[in-house]
């Protein structure tokens, strides 16, 4: 009717009418018992339009009669962790569901949920260290925030004035670091140089000393176990 007509339909409109009937064929096959069918039409949908949570909502069921009851036991898992804060696991659990059911809308929202959780328990934990007087274990934690979540600002600050308050140390711990590998002590002289590392990342200096104190000590354990 709209081309005898002379009316010009936009392609965002025509494409949504294609997945308007695409999803309710869907819905009939479902109803038919055609799973295998039906989830084909839902995940096509999802490909062109990943946050259609009807779609969403109608795959995981399907997927969750040819899985029997293996996703909604994980999500629960999921969840439970997530609510005692262990977001490790949880992201792992959602994880497990995601190789399940790849389009799981809810399981991603919740991966990326945990991964700010987590970084932020990691900054929270090195600032807690930091009010401590313990700057190179903040640093650590902060660090590890970062991994996890390396758009994290605030742990990327925190991070950057744990650094600033050691920089007048550096030259201490090199001496010191210096004087327990000439005393070959070099456990010692290893742990200093990797703090400093922490500290200055790049500090060629502390990473020559690093590289000689891991070797030697690796060649002084050698000839001990002989």
Do not use: W
């Not at 600032?127 to 990327?156: C, D, H, W, Y």
């Amino acid at each position: 009717y709209a081309s005898e007509s002379g009316l010009k339909i936009s392609d965002a409109l025509i494409e949504r009418s294609k997945l308007s009937r695409l999803f309710n064929a869907g819905v009939n096959l479902l109803q038919e018992g055609k799973l295998k069918s039906a989830a084909m039409a839902f995940q096509k949908i999802l490909k062109k339009d990943p946050k259609n949570h009807s779609a969403s909502a109608y795959l995981q069921i399907i997927l969750e009669k040819q899985s029997g009851s293996k996703i909604k036991e994980l999500m629960d898992a999921a969840d439970k962790n997530f609510q005692e804060k262990n977001y490790l696991i949880a992201r792992e659990y959602f994880q497990k569901v995601l190789s399940i059911n790849p389009e799981n809308v809810t399981a991603k929202e919740k991966i990326q949920i945990c991964l700010f959780m987590q970084s932020e328990k990691d900054r929270q934990a090195g600032a807690v260290l930091a009010r401590s007087g313990k700057p190179i274990e903040a640093i650590r934690m902060f660090l590890q925030s970062l991994k996890t979540l390396p758009t994290n600002s605030k742990a990327t600050s925190e991070l950057s004035n744990a650094r600033s308050a050691m920089y007048p140390k550096i030259n201490g711990l090199i001496k010191d670091g210096i004087g327990s590998y000439n005393e070959r002590n070099y456990s010692r002289s290893t742990k200093i140089f990797e703090e400093i590392l922490l500290i200055v990342p790049g500090n060629k200096e502390a990473m020559e000393y690093l590289r000689l104190s891991m070797k030697k000590g690796e060649a002084l354990k050698n000839l001990k176990s002989k």
